[in-house]
């Protein structure tokens, strides 16, 4: 007997931002992207990866779909999928990735992104809907969109001369050696149905025998973007869309790729041996496990298990300077880092910041919107980050440029003349490394030895070696 129910892998309710708690979900009446959620959900109970599974959503309709997957869920911006895909495999390769991606998304803004993320070969199953149309955003024309068909943007049909031929992304993609499984199937009938899912299982499994980039295409009904009924459109489908993007396998050649590295945090002992080896034979070395914050952040680390530090100020400062040497220092340390730049748009003068997350555990998320520090090199920057940091965080701010004190009262302050020590060490460009020399006061951390070698990797000289090194402890003796 054949029990048909709710895969498990799909949520039972569709809870929202602000309570609503929908139980039917966003889609149209009669949209294939329902079908295909179920069908995803299906092969992923039974291929048993729901735990593993990170489903990225793209923008589109279906940018929801983190509200029905009861998997990993990432939301990624326009075409963005597989590079944000490709990144989540390389950090996790133990994870079942899925693309789901629209046709506006893959084949029009998302274009170079889907071409060079399936000739590398990266280890994801994308599943693209292809419904000819940008439905979402009321039924623009798309690269897939069918010679004749009326769009929004082509009220008297899209012609070849305009706009040329309907892109067939599934044999296009099939010629890139990197693609290990490439095909092209419809939901208009249940049989078809039933072959669109073993294709997506097909997908699945070759991603979890590592054998590379596959792609299930489906030609997916949108009654509303189309202006038909749900039935017409099945139709529809079939007297228009099967022509111009036939149904079938375009490549099936699993081939063996090289299995990934598993991530270093994952090994302890590895860690180690890493961390040796980068910092060449040189002191002791703190195993990941045992970095416990309560000592290595003045004892307050015990109630955060990252420091996330916004560093800012205007460019030519040093601001993004600054945050790499905290997050080299503690790299060398081995602590997990991630250091993400902000830039204004002017090379000098205008603002810059940078985000610096260093943890004893995985970081799932480069950037720091709550700090638990802050650095703040120039007036503005204290104003618009202030408010951010958490409670009992500490703020570093250049005392000798901004003449205002935070306004917080439940964080730890500490003025620093910053500029004005560099400028009487005769560069003022080290205002940075005196900050740097205030932080490891303040906080205990980074290591003192760490930040001598990554001080030495940054001094083209040994006379600014030697500058760095008085502005670093004019740092530690400003406070
Ligand atoms: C960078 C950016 N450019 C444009 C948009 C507007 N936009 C939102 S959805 C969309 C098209 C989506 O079409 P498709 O990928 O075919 O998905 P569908 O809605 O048909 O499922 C566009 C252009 C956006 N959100 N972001
Ligand atoms: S506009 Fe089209 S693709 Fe979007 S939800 Fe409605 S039917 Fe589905």
Redesign the pocket.
């Known amino acids: 007997m054949k029990i048909i129910q709710r895969p498990e892998s799909i949520l039972e309710t569709f809870p929202r931002k602000g309570g609503a708690e929908p139980d039917a979900t966003h889609y149209c009446p009669g949209c294939g ?1 329902g079908i295909v959620h179920k069908l995803i959900g299906e092969c992923i109970d039974e291929l048993g990866i729901r735990d593993d599974t990170i489903l990225i959503s ?5 940018v929801f779909a983190y509200y029905y997957f009861d998997t990993g869920n990432v939301q990624a ?2 075409g963005r999928a597989p590079a944000v895909g490709t990144g989540i495999k390389r950090a996790r390769p133990g994870s079942i990735v899925i693309s789901y ?5 893959l084949a029009a ?1 998302g274009g170079n992104n889907i071409l060079q993320a399936a000739n590398r070969g990266e280890n994801l199953t994308v599943i693209f ?1 292809n ?1 000819a ?5 009321g039924g623009q024309l ?1 690269p897939t969109s069918i010679l004749g068909m009326h769009t929004a943007t082509t009220p008297r049909g899209r012609e070849f001369s305009d706009y040329g031929s309907p892109m067939r992304m599934a044999e296009l993609l099939a010629n890139l050696d990197g693609v290990s499984f490439s095909a092209r199937h419809a939901l208009t009938t249940p049989a078809k149905i039933n072959r669109t899912k073993k294709a997506i299982k097909k997908a699945l499994q070759y991603q979890m025998e590592n054998r590379g980039f596959s792609i299930v295409e489906i030609l997916s009904q ?1 009654p509303t973007g189309w202006k038909m009924d749900p039935v017409d459109s099945l139709q529809w489908i079939e007297e228009n869309m099967v022509p111009a993007f036939p149904l079938g396998t375009f490549k099936d050649t699993p081939h063996d790729r090289l299995t990934p590295p598993e991530p270093a945090n994952y090994d302890p002992d590895l860690v180690e041996r890493i961390v040796r080896h980068k910092a060449e034979g040189g002191g002791e070395h703190i195993r990941l496990h045992e970095a416990p914050w309560a000592d290595a952040f003045g004892g307050k680390g015990g109630q955060w298990d990252a420091i996330r530090m916004k560093v800012a100020g205007f460019g030519g400062q040093g601001v993004l300077m600054l945050g790499e040497l905290a997050a080299r220092s503690s790299m060398l340390q081995g602590l997990n880092v991630t250091w993400l730049p902000s830039y204004g748009p002017e090379m000098r003068g205008g603002t810059a910041n940078c985000s610096v997350v260093v943890s004893t555990r995985d970081i799932g998320n480069p950037m720091v919107d709550k700090s638990e520090v802050l650095i703040a090199m120039n007036r503005p920057s204290l104003e618009k980050f202030e408010q951010d940091v958490q409670p009992g965080g500490v703020i570093f701010y250049d005392s000798s440029l901004i003449n205002i004190e935070p306004s917080r009262k439940d964080v730890e302050v500490h003025p620093v003349p910053a500029t004005k020590i560099a400028d009487g060490l005769g560069m003022g460009r080290v205002a940075n490394v005196v900050i740097l020399g205030a932080i490891h006061k303040a906080l205990g951390f980074p290591d003192a030895e760490r930040i001598e070698e990554t001080i030495r990797l940054i001094s083209k000289n040994d006379k600014i070696l030697e500058i760095n090194r008085k502005a670093f402890q004019a740092g530690i003796d400003s406070i």
Do not use: F, L, R
Not at 101 to 105: A, E, L, S, W
Not at 133 to 137: D, F, L, N, P, R
């Open positions: 992207h793209p923008v589109g309709c279906s911006a326009h991606q629209g046709d506006g998304d803004i809907i419904n149309i940008y439905g979402m955003t798309a949108c």
